[in-house]
Nanobody, 114 residues
Framework: VQLQASGGGLVQPGGSLRLSCTASGNIFSSMDMAWYRQAPGKQREFVAVIFSGGYTSYTGSVKGRFTVSRDNAKNTLYLQMNSLKPDDTAIYYC?????????WGQGTQVTVSS
Protein backbone atom coordinates (compact mmCIF):
# COMPACT_ATOMS: atom_id res chain seq x y z
CA VAL A 1 0.00 0.00 0.00
CA GLN A 2 1.31 3.41 -0.96
CA LEU A 3 -0.10 6.59 0.54
CA GLN A 4 0.16 10.04 -1.05
CA ALA A 5 -0.72 13.03 1.12
CA SER A 6 -1.47 16.48 -0.29
CA GLY A 7 -3.23 19.75 0.47
CA GLY A 8 -0.82 21.40 2.87
CA GLY A 9 0.25 25.00 2.63
CA LEU A 10 0.52 28.36 4.33
CA VAL A 11 -2.63 29.72 5.97
CA GLN A 12 -3.39 32.57 8.35
CA PRO A 13 -4.62 31.91 11.89
CA GLY A 14 -8.35 31.21 11.81
CA GLY A 15 -8.16 29.86 8.28
CA SER A 16 -8.96 26.44 6.86
CA LEU A 17 -7.25 23.71 4.87
CA ARG A 18 -8.31 20.29 3.65
CA LEU A 19 -5.72 17.55 3.49
CA SER A 20 -6.12 14.49 1.30
CA CYS A 21 -4.42 11.11 1.37
CA THR A 22 -4.87 8.74 -1.54
CA ALA A 23 -4.07 5.06 -1.17
CA SER A 24 -3.07 2.51 -3.77
CA GLY A 25 -4.49 -0.98 -3.94
CA ASN A 26 -7.96 -2.37 -3.39
CA ILE A 27 -8.19 -2.80 0.37
CA PHE A 28 -8.75 0.85 1.33
CA SER A 29 -12.27 0.26 2.61
CA SER A 30 -10.96 -2.40 5.01
CA MET A 31 -8.21 -0.23 6.47
CA ASP A 32 -8.29 1.96 9.53
CA MET A 33 -6.94 5.36 8.50
CA ALA A 34 -5.34 8.03 10.66
CA TRP A 35 -3.64 11.41 10.60
CA TYR A 36 -0.55 12.22 12.64
CA ARG A 37 1.57 15.36 12.79
CA GLN A 38 5.06 16.31 13.78
CA ALA A 39 5.99 19.84 14.73
CA PRO A 40 9.61 21.04 14.65
CA GLY A 41 11.55 19.66 17.61
CA LYS A 42 8.63 17.51 18.78
CA GLN A 43 7.64 13.89 18.53
CA ARG A 44 5.05 12.73 16.03
CA GLU A 45 1.59 12.80 17.59
CA PHE A 46 -1.80 11.35 16.83
CA VAL A 47 -4.39 13.74 15.39
CA ALA A 48 -7.42 11.75 14.24
CA VAL A 49 -8.54 8.30 13.16
CA ILE A 50 -11.41 6.90 11.14
CA PHE A 51 -11.94 3.18 11.39
CA SER A 52 -13.11 1.00 8.53
CA GLY A 53 -16.60 1.02 10.01
CA GLY A 54 -16.71 4.81 10.10
CA TYR A 55 -16.12 5.48 13.79
CA THR A 56 -13.90 8.52 14.41
CA SER A 57 -11.73 9.77 17.25
CA TYR A 58 -9.64 12.91 17.76
CA THR A 59 -6.93 14.21 20.00
CA GLY A 60 -8.27 16.79 22.40
CA SER A 61 -6.57 19.84 20.93
CA VAL A 62 -8.34 19.48 17.56
CA LYS A 63 -11.81 18.37 18.67
CA GLY A 64 -14.47 20.65 17.24
CA ARG A 65 -12.04 22.14 14.70
CA PHE A 66 -10.88 19.17 12.60
CA THR A 67 -13.01 16.57 10.83
CA VAL A 68 -11.67 13.30 9.47
CA SER A 69 -13.58 11.54 6.69
CA ARG A 70 -13.05 9.01 3.96
CA ASP A 71 -14.34 8.23 0.47
CA ASN A 72 -13.88 4.53 -0.10
CA ALA A 73 -14.89 4.81 -3.76
CA LYS A 74 -11.93 7.17 -4.31
CA ASN A 75 -9.49 5.42 -1.94
CA THR A 76 -9.08 8.79 -0.24
CA LEU A 77 -8.81 9.99 3.34
CA TYR A 78 -9.50 13.61 4.24
CA LEU A 79 -8.78 15.97 7.11
CA GLN A 80 -10.80 19.18 7.11
CA MET A 81 -9.04 21.66 9.37
CA ASN A 82 -10.87 24.80 10.48
CA SER A 83 -10.01 27.59 12.92
CA LEU A 84 -6.34 26.84 12.47
CA LYS A 85 -3.87 28.03 15.08
CA PRO A 86 -0.10 28.56 14.95
CA ASP A 87 0.24 25.47 17.18
CA ASP A 88 -1.19 23.39 14.33
CA THR A 89 1.95 24.05 12.30
CA ALA A 90 3.51 20.68 11.51
CA ILE A 91 4.13 18.08 8.88
CA TYR A 92 0.96 16.02 8.62
CA TYR A 93 1.21 12.32 7.84
CA CYS A 94 -1.46 9.81 6.93
CA UNK A 95 -1.24 6.25 8.16
CA UNK A 96 -3.16 3.12 7.30
CA UNK A 97 -3.50 -0.04 9.33
CA UNK A 98 -4.59 -3.45 8.04
CA UNK A 99 -4.09 -6.41 10.29
CA UNK A 100 -0.55 -6.17 11.66
CA UNK A 101 0.68 -3.98 8.81
CA UNK A 102 1.04 -0.20 9.07
CA UNK A 103 1.79 2.11 6.17
CA TRP A 104 2.81 5.79 6.21
CA GLY A 105 2.53 8.53 3.63
CA GLN A 106 5.30 11.02 2.93
CA GLY A 107 3.78 13.97 4.78
CA THR A 108 2.50 17.39 3.79
CA GLN A 109 3.57 20.65 5.44
CA VAL A 110 0.97 22.85 7.13
CA THR A 111 2.12 26.28 8.29
CA VAL A 112 -0.22 28.58 10.21
CA SER A 113 1.19 32.08 10.38
CA SER A 114 0.23 35.68 9.81
Amino acid sequence: VQLQASGGGLVQPGGSLRLSCTASGNIFSSMDMAWYRQAPGKQREFVAVIFSGGYTSYTGSVKGRFTVSRDNAKNTLYLQMNSLKPDDTAIYYCKSAFGLANYWGQGTQVTVSS
